[in-house]
């Protein structure tokens, strides 16, 4: 089996750091790569980056293609461009947000989200809402540590404490990390909270794994079945859907 982890930003630790904990929960015989696109913001902290994020989301979509890949997780909080991709992709396309969601609802009630900073919330709770979770997502925080400063000294701590507030101060009885970057603090976190704390990345390569085990897939038909062919001009012209062209070249 062939998962790919794409990091939809173009910092290259971060998608190392990702490659790394993706790697960790891969079943036996089971090929993980992380890849990130040639094009796009180097952190995703806006809408403005995370719409700017999905054409390079979608252009290793369309590399994976042509590889053979299995599955894919797409490894950014916001879950951008999960559905395009899912239009893509002949396998499962998951995204982080909503694994991660899904899998804190399994061991427990009530889960709070901690993200990087303040004006990422909004979006994390569009997703906890539109993933069914609107009861069970108590709180969205933010730590106010940006995405590419996670790993300096001073960022745990803040990390820390605004999980154990989650706890404390909305009762939360599971935390759902917030960022990708987050994946090689969760271990850690989980130590120091006394709740569940689940890391997108592992989450999602483990559920990708089971979908296809499962033999699981987007439906060919219906809201995820490949995109019309039609003209696409300027820039994106090479993610133009031809009918000779199974997918785009991008
Ligand atoms: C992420 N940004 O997981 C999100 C986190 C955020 O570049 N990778 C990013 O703050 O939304």
Excluded: W
């Amino acid at each position: 089996m062939h998962i790919r982890v794409i990091n939809p930003n173009t910092t290259r630790a971060m998608t190392d750091l990702i490659g790394r904990s993706a790697r960790v929960v891969a079943a036996p015989g089971t090929l993980v790569d992380a890849v990130q696109p040639t094009m796009g913001p180097a952190s995703i902290e806006s809408h403005y980056e995370e719409a700017l994020a999905v054409p390079g989301v979608l252009e290793q979509v369309a590399l994976g293609e042509s590889d053979g890949v299995d599955a894919y997780v797409v490894a950014c909080f916001g879950d951008p461009g999960v559905d395009a991709a899912r239009e893509l992709a002949r396998g499962p396309v998951v995204g982080i947000a909503e694994a991660a969601m899904h899998a804190a609802t399994l061991v427990g009630r009530r889960f709070a989200v901690v993200t990087t900073l303040g004006r990422t919330r909004a979006r994390a709770r569009e997703l906890a809402d539109r993933y069914g979770f609107r009861e069970a997502c108590v709180a969205v925080r933010a730590c106010e540590v940006p995405v590419l400063a996670l790993e300096e000294p001073g960022a745990f701590l803040r990390l820390r404490d605004e999980c154990r507030r989650a706890v404390a101060q909305d009762g939360a009885d599971a935390i759902v990390l917030g960022c990708a970057g987050m994946a090689e603090l969760c271990a850690a976190i989980s130590a120091e909270v006394g709740v569940p704390v689940v890391d997108g990345v592992a989450a999602g390569v483990v559920l990708a794994q089971s979908l296809v085990a499962l033999g699981l897939r987007p439906a060919s038909g219906g809201e995820y079945a490949p995109p019309p062919p039609k003209p696409m001009l300027g820039l994106l012209a090479g993610f133009e859907i031809r009918t000779d062209v199974p997918v785009p070249v991008a």
